[in-house]
């Protein structure tokens, strides 16, 4: 005899739509120590941003098809890897030089943010998405990435040895979908610290761009939902700071059909590795669907690669500027 499964239809989570811009503009994404080296450092960021700024929206107007183009900005804060001074005492300054710049923030987020917001695990729900595409001829050997940690983009170099324990037989590394010749690439996703997970600089961004480009969900619903500013004075625990804040009242929608980062070339590295775990993360297909029919009938299609819908602008650092990486 055989049982009967019974299910209400509302127990399927429907994927919610968000609202959004043609283009998210990103004004800086910067480390703890690049704050630290005070609002000199700040200003000829944004000095460099500016210049750019108007390249971007002209991009943007021209996908468009001429149309005056939705577009918000923001800024990412880092105060997952190091914390320094205070919400209160920091943010002030930031919108300060940014104004003086002739910027205006429309949102500003915290990259903590991007590992957990509201209780959610952002970051965790990420990895479990992600989909290795094994090169052709592998056979297994490599441990998957949730037990690694690591993310190729091809196969890495076979290593075999001798009975007498010596390496033989040397072959190089092979990116999978090489043209020509292989950029072959293994990005590193967390590492362990105290017993507890510590997400990399690279992993984190790719959440942010999945958050940016309105392709995250947790049960359906959005996540990293952008919370309205009151105009009062900001907390002094970045705990207490919202994830995502939204600064500008009349600003267009945080997630956009596409981004575009504008930041110091020193980045590179960082943000081509993002583009690798893009391109392996199997994004929500509702939030896809979504996405891809309201671009069409506003004649602003998108490319159907997530990670080719994040573009970047690398800005050439004074000489004399501090340059940073991952604490």
């Known amino acids: 005899m055989t049982e009967a499964v019974f299910q209400e239809t ?3 989570p ?22 630290e080296a005070g609002p000199e450092r700040l200003r ?4 460099e941003v500016r210049i750019w700024l108007d390249a971007a929206r002209a991009a943007a107007a021209r996908r468009t098809g001429g149309r005056r183009p939705r577009i918000s900005t923001c800024f990412l804060i880092d ?5 320094f001074s205070t919400p209160a005492e920091l943010v002030p300054v930031v919108l300060a030089e940014a104004e003086r710049a002739g910027l205006v923030i429309d949102y500003l987020a915290r990259e903590s943010g991007c590992a957990v917001a509201d209780k ?21 050997s ?15 170099t076979p290593t075999s040895r001798s009975a007498m324990g010596e390496v033989t037989g040397w072959q190089p590394p092979q990116e999978t979908a090489a043209r020509n010749h292989s950029v072959f690439m293994d990005v590193e996703l967390w590492s362990e610290k105290e017993g507890q997970r510590l997400w990399s600089c690279p992993f984190l961004a790719a959440v942010w761009q999945l958050a940016r480009l309105g392709l995250l969900r947790h049960l359906g619903a959005p996540v990293l939902a952008p919370r309205p500013w009151n105009g009062g004075d900001f907390p002094h625990d970045w705990d207490l700071l919202p994830p995502l804040l939204q600064l500008n009242a009349s600003a267009a929608p945080f997630s956009a059909y596409r981004t575009c980062t504008l930041m110091p070339n020193r980045f590179l590295a960082v943000e081509d590795a993002v583009r690798l775990v893009l391109d392996q993360v199997d994004v929500d297909s509702g939030a896809l669907r979504q996405v891809a029919e309201r671009s069409a009938r506003e004649g602003a299609a998108v490319p159907a690669a997530v990670a080719q819908r994040a573009t970047y602008v690398f800005y050439e650092e004074p000489t004399d500027a501090l340059s940073h990486g991952e604490t």
């Not at 695990?121 to 297994?140: F, N």
């Open 10 to 12: 509302t127990a399927q």
């Open 14 to 35: 429907r994927t919610q739509s968000v609202p959004l811009s043609h283009l998210s503009l990103e004004l800086g994404h910067l480390y703890m120590e690049d704050f």
């Open 44 to 47: 000829e960021h944004f000095a």
């Open 79 to 83: 105060d997952y890897f190091t914390r």
């Open 120 to 140: 959610i695990e952002l970051a965790e729900s990420v990895m479990h998405r992600l989909v290795e595409s094994p090169p052709p001829g592998s056979y297994g």
């Open 142 to 156: 490599r441990p998957p990435v949730s037990e690694t940690g690591w993310l190729p983009n091809g196969q890495r």
